[in-house]
């Protein structure tokens, strides 16, 4: 179980710093639950789509598979860490967002899921776990992220994803050291 909460936890991060840039728009309530209901939907699809990817890839590279998992995650995590807030850009364009765009929106927002799914197909994760405790963590961050949004400065929300990114590094760091030693 502390394995699944430490996959869990900065996606929670991330899915607050995007949330609260939207909720910095003040929606109303019936667009913050449209919102939640949208970032689920795609938190919780994106690993499903990583893992279809992640467990072929497992069998193809045999015992290096969790040095593979181990670099997505530190590779997301970096990602997290040094991407350029583009945070109140992304909320411009959800917003705004119709057909299509709404889904490559949705892809745009769940990377860092579609490499937990990667790497839950290399470590072997217990998915219905992970999947579940996703849609949960992103509910209750979400729904934060817009109520909170615009009583939080920016500064608050690029900490948040930069904590999740540092997060995912370290995780995917100790994931390396235990393969490496066990």
Known sequence: MLAVLAFVLPLGLDAFAVSAALGARRPNRAQRWRLSGF???????APLVGLAIGAPVAR??????????????????????????????LADRVLAASGWAVLTLGLAISLDELAIGFSLGLVGLPVSSVII?????TLIASQLGLALGARIGEVWRERAQQLA???????GGAQAVTQFVG
Do not use: H, K, N, P
């Open 133 to 137: 405790a996703i849609a949960v963590q």
């Open 60 to 89: 193809l590279v045999g015992s290096a598979a969790d040095y593979l998992a181990a670099a997505a995650l530190v590779g997301t995590g970096l990602w997290l860490l040094l991407e350029s807030d583009d945070d109140e850009r």
């Open 39 to 45: 970032f689920v939907l795609c938190e919780a699809g």
């Open 165 to 171: 990114g540092l997060m995912l590094i370290i995780l």
